[in-house]
């Protein structure tokens, strides 16, 4: 949760900033806090699953992950502005259900 706090919240911030040094800080903390989120989310896949779905859940959680890249590209073809950028991508798509526990 502490990382996908960071991540978000330091991406919106990067919306404010107007200098490439403030942009290496907000860079540096965004990749802690997606380092978090996604040890997080392989920690969980981990430990929540059955054993016989782990393979095929870790495998789906990393494909969901990686189609965010291209979508960053789309979304960065269209938005010029990086500051524009970052406030697009700080915000939250998720459904607000808590994930069951087995």
């Known amino acids: 949760m502490l990382g ?3 991540a978000v919240f330091v991406t919106l911030a990067g ?16 990749g ?3 380092f978090l989120v996604h040890t997080a989310m392989y920690i ?6 059955p054993v016989q779905q782990k393979n095929k859940i870790n495998g789906w959680a990393q494909i969901l992950w990686a189609l965010g890249y291209p979508l960053a590209a789309a979304i960065g073809y ?10 697009c991508s700080s915000h ?4 607000p259900e ?3 526990v087995f």
């Open 44 to 49: 969980m896949c981990v430990e929540l699953v």
């Open 4 to 6: 996908y706090f960071i």
């Open 98 to 100: 808590r994930p069951s």
């Open 78 to 87: 269209w938005i010029h502005d990086w500051n524009y950028m970052f406030s």
């Open 15 to 30: 919306t404010f900033c107007h200098n490439y040094y403030f942009l290496l800080i907000i860079r540096f903390c965004q």
């Open 92 to 95: 939250d798509f998720r459904s």
């Open 32 to 34: 802690l806090g997606i």
